[in-house]
């Protein structure tokens, strides 16, 4: 046991090395879920569901299966990853046959061979990111240690994830500041006025034409 325990300890920790170094969300988001078919006892299938806004968006299912699933629970509005984020908690259906909580979804996902299913909510300082699905193809498969081996893995998830968000934010931050001061430095130029000025009519360009700051820095950039 002790051995077993050692060896799960040195997994995780190489899974959370693993998502810290990835380049961007989108292969954060894939290495979580390739941890997760491979470390969390029971899982067949994995995906990450993220919040955005108001909306949930579906992203790196390991399999079709998971697209189904996911495409199941936006149709009918209910579904164990909308529980889990909508009430900021685990949520847990050990067989789908006979579960009642969500009377359109367990039907049609166990017709679709999902029988089992854990999702885990991935947060971090109160920030609701998301939602760990793993799936199994038989009723019962999430047993103590499945849960205690998830939750670990989606705790480490969080972390990676928030990183690679922020880092996203901050580089598009530093790219929309870059853009805006070549449009100033292009109007100065041409207009003969100074930054404030040139700033000015930016805003004024971007408040009458309806279109982010950003976005007419970008075009004025562009043009040629």
């Not at 079709?64 to 685990?90: F, M, N, W, Y």
């Not at 449009?183 to 003969?192: C, D, F, S, Y």
Request: proline content about 4%; some cysteine; glycine content about 8%.
């Amino acid at each position: 046991m002790a051995d077993q325990l050692r060896d799960l300890a040195q997994q995780l920790a190489d899974l959370a090395v693993k998502m810290q170094d990835q380049a961007d969300t989108e292969t954060t988001l894939h290495a979580v879920v390739e941890g997760a078919v491979n470390l969390v006892p029971g899982v067949r299938w994995a995906g990450v569901s993220l919040v955005d806004g108001r909306t949930v968006q579906a992203r790196v299912p390991s399999d079709p299966i998971v697209e189904k699933l996911d495409s199941l629970q936006a149709e009918l509005d209910e579904g164990p990853c909308l529980t889990a984020l909508r009430g900021h908690r685990t949520v847990r259906v050990d067989d789908m046959a006979s579960d009642r909580r969500w009377p359109r979804y367990c039907p049609a996902a166990a017709a679709h061979g999902a029988q089992s299913m854990v999702s885990l909510q991935l947060s971090i300082q109160r920030q609701n990111l998301g939602a760990l699905n793993l799936c199994g193809g038989e009723p019962g498969l999430f047993a103590e240690d499945s849960m205690f081996v998830g939750g670990l893995l989606a705790q480490h998830a969080a972390v990676a994830l928030h990183n690679a968000q922020a880092e996203e934010q901050f580089e598009a931050a530093l790219a929309s500041r870059d853009g805006i001061g070549q449009a100033k430095g292009i109007l100065m130029e041409r207009l003969g006025v100074d930054a404030d000025a040139a700033f000015g009519l930016l805003v004024k360009l971007s408040q009458d034409s309806n279109v982010k700051l950003v976005d007419v820095a970008r075009k004025l950039v562009a043009a040629p």
